[in-house]
């Protein structure tokens, strides 16, 4: 992990704010994305980032990139991990269960972890905005590897879904 970059909250916004807005041409959606991640800037240079916890990251622990035999568990696709913030290791998981429509294993979730090791209550404050990060990051992510997975994954359905979203999302920031 001594290699492994940061994960950088701030390079993640600017870089989907870059890539999401070369990417749409209709001007309610630009002004969106541009109003939306100006917001949440604005709410992360609020946080008093030193006092949260931070730690060595898988980047992607959505439940996806975890496998269950017995009672191990194996992980895997560390594609993003890095030394980072707790409050957004898990607020992957939080989003991951948003978008799949299961948020009651969020609370399983944070109690299961709790077993292990215990939260601080500020890691838990920003995670909605870190869900929000997090969509902007893998949304920009897809527009970054369009080349490879085609139009069809980034379609007007698909940006649809992501402002219904990011509109749900702003309403609990």
């Not at 701030?10 to 870089?15: A, I, K, R, S």
């Not at 959505?62 to 980072?84: A, E, I, R, T």
């Not at 992510?141 to 069809?152: F, M, P, T």
Request: net charge neutral; charged share 25%.
């Amino acid at each position: 992990t001594k290699n492994r970059k940061s994960i950088d909250l701030y390079d993640m916004l600017n870089v989907s704010r870059e890539n999401i807005m070369s990417f749409l041409y209709k001007k309610d959606e630009l002004l969106f994305f541009q109003d939306f991640i100006n917001k949440l800037l604005i709410k992360l240079n609020k946080i008093p980032l030193t006092e949260l916890t931070h730690t060595h990251c898988h980047g992607d622990l959505h439940g996806g990139n975890v496998l269950k035999s017995n009672n191990d568990l194996c992980f895997f696709d560390f594609d993003f991990c890095g030394y980072g913030l707790l409050s957004y290791e898990l607020s992957v998981f939080k989003w991951a269960c948003i978008i799949g429509r299961r948020e009651d294993q969020w609370g399983e979730f944070i109690n299961g972890y709790e077993l292990i090791s215990k939260i601080k209550k500020i890691d838990l404050k920003y995670i909605i905005l870190f869900v929000a990060i997090r969509d902007l990051f893998i949304m920009s992510n897809y527009i970054e590897r369009v080349d490879i997975i085609g139009l069809e994954v980034i379609s007007e359905v698909y940006i649809q879904k992501r402002i219904q979203l990011l509109k749900y999302l702003e309403t609990m920031l």
